[in-house]
């Protein structure tokens, strides 16, 4: 039992911080993921994958193959895009997906142009995104600090956002401060995203922010422990498919996100709200 | 997606070329070389006669290059086009079709014995590399990075000969003097490059890199080369392969670890702080550096590579 649970972290620094890194990440992308399902946004992070580039050619450009300015680069940019798309959608009739799309891609044409124009040929994005399993001081840093500025932002706004979700009108009318809010969530959203590529790879930071809110959902209607079950579900996997990459010889980004697909398909046939549930409880017509 | 961006930049090229063609320059012969190794051996055969394009430059990888209209128009107005083949450059294909060139596109590795990706001495292939393969990756089957033996470099060379004195009889001669000039350098450095290993302890002749471009080196000079991504730098590392690499170093089988020019080294610098072995430099695989770096040339780029590695596993 100790040879496999315990050993391969005892041993090994690097599965250490690997651990630690993605742990970390999954409490702070949890409850990002479930605002973002539940606000219909769950294809933002891929699209934020692809938006970056412009801001990490920009970087490379000046600074060279050097992953801070890189990294500062698509924050920026993926500030841009999301408030941009954000804005569009709250000002005009245009939904939140549109927009987004639109806004991406422009970003990302824009980032081909710059790149194909300086000349290189080597792929940035490649070099900008890292794995769990290279995690330095720097990244550590990078993620620890992410995870507090969401928590904290998250408590700052945490009713607000939770009206918002469930009745966006109902919040326009009591209170101005609904835009303020969205916006200041999504640059919750774009940092999350942005210093998970840099650390671990889109997959996995995509994956761990969508995987285990999509899983939560069928467990809970309620925000508080959704989120919570987010968070646990996303920290779970992240130690079995470290432990699996390590006992199986399997890349641990695809381990960590497949043991969270796990989570997901179970929770779609068992849980509460999930597809057994609802084939096997007859509709009930309330009674007076 | 990149499939759809590169298709659509052919389109736009293809349109594009005609208009550009007219225009002729005052050489005997217009080369295209897909990357910047073959541009430099190119170079050494035709001198002053051929005026050499290059599609892929300094510090730039082939393997994700995406090609652009100025390339299929170099392309038309080629004489001779030189690639290396076994699938490294996945551009290529493509882009001879649309630039609709009339002139040889000369494989450099015909005449080189291939090593499959599976032949790897060091027996440790990783299952995500079979992965990548099937899924259609730039690699095919053979490992295409052949020039990093000099053995192939030579044949290189006279192929690049062959081409020269089939598309230009008049600089034949020259060509062929060129040629034998440079293959007497290639004989030397071959030498020194043995001299070197021979002066490293047997014991001592496991390093690490960040990926398996040095497969033809390893098998010709006998230095074992370890990496924790395998022969495409698209793959991940499994968490067992870090381990086994962390592994070798604590029990003093791989003494020196280095990166490589155009890929991420955070995974090398991990292993580098896991183990207290220090970064022993930078390797050039897949591309020269530029002109004022280390590895402008092909011979730069060998004896900077050797001499890095000596330095390394000496001063550890």
Redesign the interface.
Known sequence: MYDILVAPFAHYAFMQRALLGSLVLALSCGPVGVFLMLRRMSLTGDAMSHAILPGAAIGFLFYGLDIVPMTIGGIVVGLLVALGAGAVSRFTIQKEDASMAAFYLISLAFGVLLVSWHGSSVDLMHVLFGTVLALDNAALTLIAAICLTTLIGLGLVWRALVAECLDPLFLRSVSRMGAVVHLLFLTLVVLNLVGGFQALGTLLSVGLMMLPAAAARFWTNRVAPMCGMAIGIGMVSCLAGLLISFHASLPSGPAIILSAGCFYVVSILVGPRGALRSLAAPRRHRSA | ?SKI?KFASLVSLMMLSPALLATASGADLNVVASFSIIADLAKNVGGDRVEITTI??P????????P?PADAVAMSKADVVLVNGLDFEGFLSRLVETSATAAPVVELTRGVTPMKLADEPAGHA???DEAAKQAGHHHGEYDPHAWQSIANAEIYVKNIADAFCGADKAGCATYTANATTYLDKLATLETAVKTSIAGIPKEKRVIITSHDAFGYFEHAYGLEFLA?EGIS???????????KL?DQVRHDKASAIFLEN???A??I???A??TGLKVGGTLYSDALSQETGPASTYIDMVHHNIETIKAAILGS
Not at chain 2, 59 to 66: C, I, L, P
Not at chain 2, 233 to 243: H, L, N, Q, R, Y
Request: glycine share 6%; net charge negative.
């Open positions: 997606m961006l892929v430059g510090d730039g990888d082939a393997h994700v290059y995406e652009k990783h299952p995500e924790p730098t698209e793959s991940e590392a499994s968490a067992a392969d870090v381990a962390v155009v890929t991420n955070s995974l610098r991990q292993i702080n896991e």
